[in-house]
């Protein structure tokens, strides 16, 4: 019996590395199909057929909703994809043995076509370590016309789940969260509830008027 298990863990080790694999060298689905069919004949029979199956490319785990607060001329979207399942993927316990992550997040628009007016704008994670290894993730993503109306809204989620009060459970190691800074720019300055630069208070630490 646990001859069975280590070796169903030894394939499923195999196949996660050939999918990493596949993912990162960016190969074609048409050939991965062909590598699928051979390997699936002679070495990994519970190897799916269809690329699309293997890559798990057609399957979604979150749901795209409309902001609540846009009115009836607009169509913002909305998607928290998560921040738990990522960091349980990506982080290595064992350079962290004081148990601590430190999170940085960085939020900032993009357009996304040069024909449109759509801006998007991501919630991005990254973990604090020296050397920097680690690589950002998405937690949630807004896109609209303009940023969101409402900035208690767009927070809603993130803020929900990054509350990891009794911290997160990874590789059976309890890790404790702190949030080592937020990077914003400008554009994003509305998160911080203060006026832009060309404002007639633009200024978020002396509270000066402008002169015009």
Same mark, same amino acid.
């Given at each position: 019996?646990?001859?069975?298990?280590?070796?169903?863990?030894?394939?499923?080790?195999?196949?996660?590395?050939? %999918?990493?694999?596949?993912?990162?060298? %960016?190969?074609?689905?048409?050939?991965?199909?062909?590598?699928?069919?051979?390997?699936?004949?002679?070495?990994?029979?519970?190897?799916?057929?269809?690329?699309?199956?293997?890559?798990?490319?057609?399957?979604?785990?979150?749901?795209?909703?409309?902001?609540?607060?846009?009115?009836?001329?607009?169509?913002?979207?909305?998607?928290?994809?998560?921040?738990?399942?990522?960091?349980?993927?990506?982080?290595?316990?064992?350079?962290?043995?004081?148990?601590?992550?430190?999170?940085?997040?960085?939020?900032?628009?993009?357009?996304?076509?040069?024909?449109?007016?759509?801006?998007?704008?991501?919630?991005?994670?990254?973990?604090?370590?020296?050397?920097?290894?680690?690589?950002?993730?998405?937690?949630?993503?807004?896109?609209?016309?303009?940023?969101?109306?409402?900035?208690?809204?767009?927070?809603?989620?993130?803020?929900?789940?990054?509350?990891?009060? %009794?911290?997160?459970?990874?590789?059976?190691?309890?890790?404790?969260?702190?949030?080592?800074?937020?990077?914003?720019?400008?554009?994003?300055?509305?998160?911080?509830?203060?006026?832009?630069?060309?404002?007639?208070?633009?200024?978020?630490?002396?509270?000066?008027?402008?002169?015009?």
């Amino acid at each position: 019996m646990i001859l069975m298990h280590l070796i169903i863990s030894m394939k499923k080790k195999k196949i996660i590395k050939l %999918r990493m694999w596949a993912i990162k060298y %960016r190969i074609l689905l048409i050939h991965l199909d062909k590598l699928l069919n051979t390997l699936q004949q002679r070495v990994l029979s519970s190897l799916p057929k269809s690329s699309k199956t293997f890559l798990t490319s057609n399957t979604v785990e979150c749901e795209i909703s409309i902001m609540e607060d846009c009115d009836e001329n607009t169509s913002d979207e909305y998607m928290y994809f998560g921040v738990e399942q990522d960091l349980q993927f990506c982080v290595n316990t064992i350079l962290h043995p004081d148990n601590i992550l430190e999170l940085k997040i960085n939020i900032d628009n993009m357009k996304i076509f040069k024909s449109s007016i759509k801006t998007m704008w991501p919630i991005l994670i990254k973990v604090h370590f020296q050397p920097d290894i680690y690589k950002l993730f998405i937690a949630a993503a807004y896109v609209g016309n303009s940023k969101s109306k409402s900035i208690n809204l767009f927070l809603k989620d993130f803020i929900t789940k990054i509350n990891f009060k %009794r911290g997160i459970m990874i590789n059976n190691e309890h890790l404790n969260i702190k949030i080592k800074c937020f990077i914003c720019d400008m554009p994003a300055s509305y998160l911080k509830c203060f006026k832009d630069y060309n404002s007639k208070y633009d200024c978020e630490r002396l509270g000066m008027l402008n002169k015009y």
